[in-house]
């Protein structure tokens, strides 16, 4: 069964670094979502994609994460500097055309900024 | 903007007994999509249930039931026979029927089943 791979499992970062989070979505999923989960409380979307063109991004901090999909196929989002508050687990999900709100998510990446 | 209320922190059960997890939302939509998803300890997040808001009749998958009350804006999970598999976060989501994708989750419940 098809699955959403994200990488690396578990990143570990000092404040100020640079940090890179990698998800590939579903083969033929046109729309690819970055979701943010601090412990304790539900995702919180950062971005969202439709093939290559961002739809969404009015709840990503601009200052600091940035988040593409050049070919509208796998997608990377970064954030630099890291904070201490970008803690969180950083979950992608993808969805084909038409799906009304189905989401397939991966497993995540799980952020510590010491 | 779309609001999703988890009261229910933690929930337990005993193995083999039913559930109910609540969830409330606030909209002023009346065309929308409300979802329970799952997310077991340390796998992906797993859609349980959807309901279209236009249909009177309570979705049921398996195990799994939903109560949606459209006026009163609540939308809960049962889960009956549990098992221990059953084990997880259950968040409960809002989509839109207009726009784009987005799903609105609540705060989750951690439901433990109890053997």
New interface residues.
Partial sequence: EAEVAQSPRYKITEKSQAVAFWCDPISGHATLYWYRQILGQGPELLVQFQDESVVDDSQLPKDRFSAERLKGVDSTLKIQPAELGDSAMYLCASSPRGARGIQYFGAGTRLSVL | AQT?TQSQPEMSVQEAETVTLSCTYDTSESDY?L?WYKQPP??????VI?QEAYKQQNATENRFSVNFQKAAKSFSLKISDSQLGDAAMY?C?Y?SEVG????T????TRLTIIP
């Fill in positions: 999703v999509y979802f340390s796998r992906q997040m797993i859609l959807r968040f989501a989509r784009n994708e987005k799903l989750f609540g705060t989750g």
